[in-house]
């Protein structure tokens, strides 16, 4: 693993340098343009071993509990690992292990007190952690189930910005030392105790400086335990590397350099093993933690960081206050990192094929999200807005009872005879079927049955009526009903659209038959017009139909909520999984996320708009009026923000039930 670092040296300063880089046991040279300017992961180990690895002084941390009050969960407490050492971190379920982890790597931050990893504070801009410099096994296994073990490895090795033939080289090594099954097995075929492995392969896959691993051995067998074991122990003193892990397997921690038992939130004691089975005259390790706990509930044992009376064998050669913080920093000028760019376009290229690869691996929600915004147009276009194929509506007519009219739709003359016949039959001419009842009942029993969408009845000498009405605007002589000029429609107002059509149509042909007869008997036509008229539109038409109006808004609501829907269940999924945790760790950023995800989103965006627009346009007539590039950027744009929409989401929320219910809230208010 060669390549992770660049350190360069200003003149002025390179005597010291060859001090330091004797230590790193790099030979110095004269000449400083033959200074050697990359420097590898190993020199991390390698350097100053006297320094502390990581240093927590007087952390606190406490986490908000569920009546909004701060549970702390660490309290006074100091630790350190020394490099090149195996440091076991012990206590009981709920003591705060986890959580002081969790600090070390930067993914939470300390409410008071100090902590160094390499002698920088976790999360600043030169302590590359999160980063490459630890590798983190996490308690659940943080992986994608959808991943081979192959895939899984190449994906985090890509973060840590390795080439592919070192990922192969360090997969192949890993797999044998693991016993790991044939690399292309699915990671949610194996079992528990292989799928710790793969995460524990994962957090070494770049080799890297400091190890921390939170319950690595669980599920394993003893056999395998042991080689794990082996081989760290192998890594502490072969490469220098800092291995600080969490257990409940207390004795196997025998095997470490220093142990570190906690209780409610506070280091008791740090000491090697040997030390602490003397110092209690213990044969156990068990029993030596169970005094330890067991003297705390009575009395305060304090914090112990007495390492005086550590065994003498371990690497704390130099560890004064100073020396704990120290920066790596200080052994050399400048620390130069690969390039922020470059590391970031590595970073989004891993984040785009790991997600390219679920949606590949998930077919059908790929399929799903590329078919179903244009069969959505296609069926609000089928079934929402559409004209009626066969309108049908019922007529009572009691005018002269004329059931059947045979009067041609014209007028000829301004005659009195037969006007519900005329309107009638221009009823029928704009392709409406009118059937005949012969009384209101039965038209009603028939609207009711759904035979038809409403009926309308003409009175008795409807036509007189409305000729003395128009003409000498006189009611009808000895009418009871006063309105017996006048049609009488009753309807199934149900439907919206069925109702705004018939009313329309309706109103339209009225419109034309008393013009008409008004022409016919020579009337004033302005006079009993209605007295407002519509002008032309600012936007639309004045014939804009409802599915128009409808297929557009299903356009754009599909355009927003699908890439929501997709980005955010990603997002969701990864953060459940705890794999977006360890790419955290792992030195990727929140933004390279975002990122990756526009990435990702965007071919697929770009599909469902323009599969959408073919399927509005050239299947259901809906017109574009304006410029099609500007309604497809604009679109474009909706797409954008509906992926953004869905990071806002799962930011808020930690399970997908969280994210349904948030989507189908905004998604009625946009309604
Ligand atoms: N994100 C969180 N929000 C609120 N409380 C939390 C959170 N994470 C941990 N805790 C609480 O902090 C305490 C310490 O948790 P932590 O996971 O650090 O313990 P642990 O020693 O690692 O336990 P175990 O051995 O079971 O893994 C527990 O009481 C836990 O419920």
Redesign the pocket.
Same mark, same amino acid.
């Given at each position: 693993m060669a390549g992770f670092v660049n350190f360069s040296f200003s003149s002025e300063e390179i005597n010291s340098h060859h001090r330091n880089i004797e230590i790193l046991g790099i030979h110095p040279h004269n000449d400083d343009t033959d200074l050697p300017s990359r420097y590898s992961m190993s020199d991390y180990k390698t350097a100053a071993t006297t320094y502390a690895a990581v240093s927590i002084r007087n952390g606190e941390k406490s986490?908000?509990?569920k009546d909004g009050q701060p549970?702390i969960?660490?309290k006074d407490f100091n630790m350190t690992v020394s490099r090149g050492c195996i440091y076991s971190l012990l @206590?009981?379920?709920?003591?705060?292990?986890?959580?002081?982890?969790?600090v070390m790597v930067g993914v939470h931050r300390l409410d008071q007190g100090d902590v160094k990893v390499f002698g920088e504070i976790p999360g600043t801009k030169e302590s590359r952690i999160p980063g490459s410099l630890a590798g983190y096994m996490p308690?659940e296994t943080a992986l994608y189930d959808d991943f081979t073990i192959q895939e899984m490895l190449s994906y985090f090795g890509k973060i840590y910005s390795m080439s592919a033939s070192e990922i192969s080289e360090r997969s192949e090594f890993l797999i044998n030392l693991l016993k790991l099954p044939e690399p292309n097995r699915k990671v949610g075929s194996l079992s528990g105790g292989q799928q710790r492995r793969v995460s524990f392969a994962v957090a070494l896959v770049h080799n890297p400086p400091l190890l921390i691993l939170?319950?690595p051995t669980v599920g394993v067998d003893p056999t395998l335990r042991l080689s794990i074991w082996k081989y760290l122990r192998q890594l502490a003193t072969e490469s220098k590397t800092t291995v600080l892990i969490?257990t409940?397997y207390i004795e196997e921690t025998r095997q470490s350099d220093m142990i570190g038992v906690?209780r409610n @939130?506070k280091i008791l004691v740090e000491k090697h093993p040997d030390v602490l089975l003397e110092q209690y005259n213990q044969e156990f390790l068990e029993d030596v933690v169970l005094t330890l706990c067991h003297s705390d509930d009575y009395a305060d044992v304090g914090v112990s960081n007495t390492r005086e009376e550590s065994f003498p064998a371990i690497l704390h050669a130099d560890e004064t206050e100073e020396n704990h913080n120290m920066p790596i920093k200080a052994q050399f000028s400048e620390v130069k990192t690969a390039s922020r760019f470059k590391t970031a376009s590595t970073h989004i290229q891993a984040l785009v094929m790991k997600t390219a690869t679920l949606y590949l691996r998930n077919f059908v929600f790929l399929l799903f999200s590329l078919m179903f915004p244009f069969s959505q147009v296609l069926v609000v276009a089928l079934t929402i807005g559409n004209k009626p194929d066969d309108p049908s509506f019922g007529v009572v007519n009691y005018d002269s009872m004329q059931s059947n009219c045979s009067f041609a739709p014209k007028f000829e003359n301004c005659s009195s005879v037969g006007l519900s016949c005329k309107y009638l039959s221009k009823l029928e001419q704009n392709g409406i079927t009118l059937i005949n009842y012969p009384s209101e009942e039965v038209a009603y029993e028939e609207v009711a049955r759904g035979n038809v969408w409403g009926y309308m009845k003409f009175s008795k000498n409807f036509s007189s009526y409305y000729h003395s009405m128009q003409e000498y605007n006189l009611f009808g002589e000895g009418v009871d009903d006063k309105f017996s000029h006048m049609i009488h429609v009753k309807m199934d107002m149900s439907s919206r659209m069925m109702t705004q059509f018939y009313q329309q149509l309706m109103i339209r042909v009225y419109e034309e038959f008393a013009s008409e007869f008004k022409e016919a008997c020579d009337h004033n036509k302005g006079v009993g017009e209605f007295p407002m008229k519509i002008a032309d539109p600012i936007f639309g038409s004045n014939d804009a139909d409802f599915r128009q109006f409808i297929l557009i808004s299903t356009i754009v609501m599909t355009v927003y909520f699908f890439p929501m829907i997709s980005s955010s269940f990603w997002f969701i999924f990864d953060k459940r999984w705890g794999t977006q945790g360890r790419a955290i760790v792992a030195g990727v950023k929140t933004w390279e996320i975002m990122f990756s995800s526009y990435v990702i989103e965007c071919p697929i965006t770009i599909f469902q708009i323009v599969s959408s627009f073919l399927v509005s346009v050239y299947i259901c007539d809906v017109r574009i009026s304006g410029s099609i590039f500007l309604a497809f950027a604009l679109c474009i744009i909706v797409g954008f923000c509906g992926v953004s929409g869905g990071f806002l989401i799962a930011t808020f929320c930690s399970e997908e039930i969280q994210v349904g219910i948030a989507v189908m809230g905004e998604l009625s208010f946009t309604i």
């Open positions: 986490y908000r509990g549970v969960v660490l @206590g009981s379920s709920g003591s705060g292990k986890t959580t002081a982890l969790k308690q939170d319950e969490t409940h906690m @939130g």
